[in-house]
């Protein structure tokens, strides 16, 4: 089983900054994307970045040119920088995974337990 452990949210003024990390852990032969959903109260689970083991990272359209996202293959850690931070930015942030458990399974997708990103204005 994989598991995601997420740290990093908090309250934060507009303006500021953040840097969210999510750490795989557990039988993992493989993994293929790791990104960043969030959800508002009321609203849809909606994508927030996500990058691939190799190839181009992908962005939702609010956020672009604010966050960055980054991985560390070796530690199968993702990264969300979060920069001009906004109150519409307010969310649980999931980490979010597609990995490989061993050389016999297929890839699943495995989800974070979320954590609370509040931006006061």
């Known amino acids: 089983q994989v598991k995601l452990v997420e740290s990093g949210g908090g309250l934060v003024q507009a303006g500021g900054s953040l840097r969210l990390s999510c750490a795989a852990s557990g039988s993992i032969f493989s993994i293929s994307l790791m990104g960043w959903y969030r959800q508002a109260p009321g609203n849809e689970r909606e994508l927030v970045a996500r990058i691939p083991s190799a190839g181009n990272t992908q962005y939702a359209d609010s956020v672009k040119g604010r966050f960055t996202i980054s991985r560390d293959n070796a530690k199968n850690t993702v990264y969300l920088q979060m920069n001009n931070l906004k109150p519409e930015d307010t969310a649980v942030y999931y980490c979010?995974?597609?990995?490989?458990?061993?050389?016999?399974?297929?890839?699943?997708?495995?989800w974070g337990q979320g954590t609370q990103v509040t931006v006061s204005s």
């Open positions: 979010y995974t597609n990995a490989r458990p061993d050389i016999g399974r297929g890839y699943y997708n495995y």
